[in-house]
T-cell receptor
Framework: RKEVEQDPGPFNVPEGATVAFNCTYS??????FFWYRQDCRKEPKLLMS???SGNEDGRFTAQLNRASQYISLLIRDSKLSDSATYLC?????????????FGSGTRLSIRP | GAVVSQHPSWVICKSGTSVKIECRSL??????MFWYRQFPKQSLMLMAT?????????EQGVEKDKFLINHASLTLSTLTVTSAHPEDSSFYIC?????????????FGEGSRLTVL
């Protein structure tokens, strides 16, 4: 089983739709969770951190479920510019050398 | 905010030559940097963890003698692909962790696209 698993893509949705991604992780000791966005042939960029209480940033909502060991990302009122690959990132114990594991990514394509 | 700079952005080399990629943290010190490789349409795969002043820690399946990592200062880590072959052609990305707001956000370099002919 992979340490971090994401919904298989690609997701192809119309502009304005709501889309949700899930990501599960295997290490219950994982401490930090993030969603990154990667555009084609570019480096990943942080979209948002995921906090235990859940957090929202505009049209984006991230949630963490420690009991079930998954995190989610919800995108409301999707825009064409949201088309990208979304990477789930999980980090172990909070130390400078703790390993950071990436999910395989979920490709999202927003159509007009 | 924290910035990580990577150089060169792209490089084309002949098979058998060595290529060095630099990763610099521009406004913060990074005792630990990470090197990733990404093949087309695949996710980032961690190759190694670069530790300032000590040996890098390599992931399983990554040849340490082929991918030489040097982290001689708190702001610079280098990855040297020795005797490169076409199968080494990939997108190499470095990253370092900043501690903005205590979340440990990972900052990435712009990536280096290596093409081995």
């Amino acid at each position: 089983r992979k340490e971090v698993e994401q919904d298989p893509g690609p997701f192809n949705v119309p502009e304005g739709a709501t889309v949700a991604f899930n990501c599960t992780y295997s290490n219950s000791a994982s401490q930090s969770f993030f969603w990154y966005r990667q555009d084609c042939r570019k480096e990943p960029k942080l979209l948002m951190s995921v906090y235990s209480s859940g957090n929202e940033d505009g049209r984006f909502t991230a949630q963490l479920n420690r009991a079930s060991q998954y995190i989610s990302l919800l995108i409301r009122d999707s825009k064409l510019s949201d088309s990208a690959t979304y990477l789930c990132v999980v980090r172990g114990a909070y130390s400078s050398a703790s390993k950071i594991i990436f999910g395989s990514g979920t490709r999202l394509s927003i159509r007009p | 905010g924290a910035v990580v700079s990577q150089h060169p952005s792209w490089v084309i080399c002949k098979s058998g030559t060595s290529v060095k990629i630099e990763c610099r943290s521009l406004d913060f010190q990074a005792t630990t940097m990470f090197w990733y490789r990404q093949f087309p349409k695949q996710s980032l795969m961690l190759m190694a963890t670069s530790n300032e002043g000590s040996k890098a820690t390599y992931e399983q399946g990554v040849e340490k003698d082929k991918f030489l990592i040097n982290h001689a200062s708190l702001t610079l880590s280098t990855l040297t692909v020795t005797s490169a072959h076409p199968e080494d052609s990939s997108f190499y990305i470095c990253s370092a962790r900043g501690y903005r707001e205590g979340t440990g956000e990972l900052f990435f370099g712009e990536g280096s696209r290596l093409t081995v002919l």
